[in-house]
């Protein structure tokens, strides 16, 4: 059913409820990685709730700072947002008015599943997750009845809202947001070596990452992958890489990523310098983006700690394993990437949100993509080989913890 207001959606849920079928919202496309965003019961389409409403009238923490080129309002006003919008729909305000919400870097994602497991970006340590910057979302419950959540109202289903995932406790129709108000620019980098330089990037990255961790200025995604059809070029083309964002001077961010910088090639360690620059919010956001994984695909993730970093054995190990990747016609490839969490994210105490992750150091993604046109044997063969990467990494013993937007079927 394509839902176009509240009502819509209200009444499909007293009937689905009446019928006794399951009701499951999707924005668009869908992107649960479990495949929660499909069903054989209901299926509510709430792309058609795009609106997008914007009041600035600043917060009772609404400040002024300046970090290097970027002058930053905190708590700049409110958005509020239908249930339909996705992060691409909002990248005009920031391009065209400096208005920013820390959303994902995916374009296509929906913000309603993005708020509702927690929301990591390549803002969320200086501005929080997507879900701390949550005011208030509207909600129809399993009755049909529509609530509105906030701090001061339904606070247990608020709580549960900021980072408990999607459809776990109704249909939300529209969220607000606090928001930013951005002027200046922001320091971009983006590197890349072979996979040789495996070993000396991870250490060298994960060590960044800790000694960054309260500084919230400073953003990081570092992964390993590859892609190809055969042999040669699955392991020709399997390489390491890291990319993101600071909020500040260039100089204070080549220092931060002096360790990477000298790593490589000299060839490496020339692109590497050169891809250091400022670029504005607009540009960054861009540059940041990525639409991945499509088509068909397969993921595990992890929640790493101080305690749980890749060790040298692990990222070897890791290595040798994405070498022998069976391969498939999808460009994405396979791959982990690990999204550096700190700063604001883990200032919020643990059972203050229901994204309870407020210690960790990165979140870690594994996937394993093939194309729709990919034969079966295809498919197969990179379902045999996720776990047998997961485990390369992990051994028997995996971190307890995973990321709710990143879910995998048991």
Not at 319 to 342: C, H, I, V, Y
Not at 392 to 398: M, N, Q, R
């Amino acid at each position: 059913m394509a839902c176009g207001a509240t009502r819509d959606v209200s009444t499909a849920v007293r009937w689905a409820r009446t019928v006794g079928l399951p009701a499951v919202p999707r924005t668009g496309l869908g992107h649960n990685y479990a495949g929660y965003s499909a069903t054989t019961g209901l299926l509510l389409n709430m792309a058609r709730l795009k609106s997008i409403d914007s009041t600035p009238v600043p917060g009772p923490r609404s400040r002024t700072r300046t970090y290097g080129r970027i002058k930053v309002v905190h708590d700049a006003g409110t958005v509020t947002v239908g249930a339909g919008v996705t992060n691409g729909d909002l990248h005009p305000l920031l391009e065209d008015r400096g208005m920013f919400v820390p959303t994902g870097r995916c374009p296509t994602v929906g913000v309603a599943g993005l708020v509702l497991g927690g929301g990591i970006g390549f803002s969320d340590k200086m501005f929080g997750l997507t879900c701390d910057r949550l005011v208030s979302t509207t909600v129809v419950l399993a009755d049909g009845d529509v609530v509105e959540a906030s701090q001061s109202s339904h606070s247990d289903l608020f709580w549960g809202c900021r980072g408990g995932a999607g459809n776990n406790f109704g249909v939300n129709i529209s969220f607000t947001f606090q928001y930013e108000q951005f002027q200046g620019d922001v320091g971009f980098y983006r590197l890349s070596w072979s996979l040789d330089s495996a070993l000396p990037v991870m250490a060298a990255a994960q060590r960044i990452a800790v000694d960054t961790l309260h500084n919230k200025r400073f953003h990081l995604r570092v992964g390993m992958g590859t892609h190809g059809l055969t042999r040669i070029e699955i392991r020709a083309n399997a390489g390491v890489n890291a990319i993101g964002q600071y909020y500040g001077d260039l100089d204070e961010l080549r220092e931060i990523l002096a360790p990477l910088l000298a790593i490589g090639t000299a060839e490496e360690r020339s692109a590497n310098n050169a891809s250091v620059r400022e670029v504005t919010p607009g540009e960054a956001s861009v540059l940041l983006s990525a639409t991945t994984p499509v088509q068909q695909f397969a993921a595990k993730s992890a929640v790493l700690t101080s305690r749980t970093l890749l060790t040298d054995d692990q990222v070897t190990a890791a290595a040798a394993q994405l070498r022998e990747w069976p391969g498939s016609n999808n460009e994405d490839g396979a791959g982990f990437a690990m999204f550096a969490l700190g700063g604001e994210i883990n200032q919020v105490p643990p059972d203050a949100t229901a994204f309870v992750h407020r210690n960790g150091v990165f979140v870690l993604a594994a996937e394993t993509s093939w194309a729709d046109y990919d034969p079966p044997r295809v498919a197969t063969a990179n379902l045999q080989w996720l776990p047998e990467f997961y485990h390369a990494l992990f051994g028997g013993t995996p971190p307890p913890h995973s990321y709710q937007n990143f879910p995998d079927r048991p």
